[in-house]
């Protein structure tokens, strides 16, 4: 496994992800195992991304 920080190019398979395991997709047996809560932007990754370096892959 390979762990690196997100780059722009990743926003498309971050929000795919985020949809696949956001509160509202996600069933509710899978819930104990954590989900997203929060929708963020794209402006908002590309904000974390290059500005906090707060996403990681």
Known sequence: MTIRLATTEDIEG???????????TISDEDRPDGFVTTAITDEQLTALINKEKGVTI
């Open 14 to 24: 971050i929000r795919a992800l985020m949809k696949k395991y956001h509160r509202d």
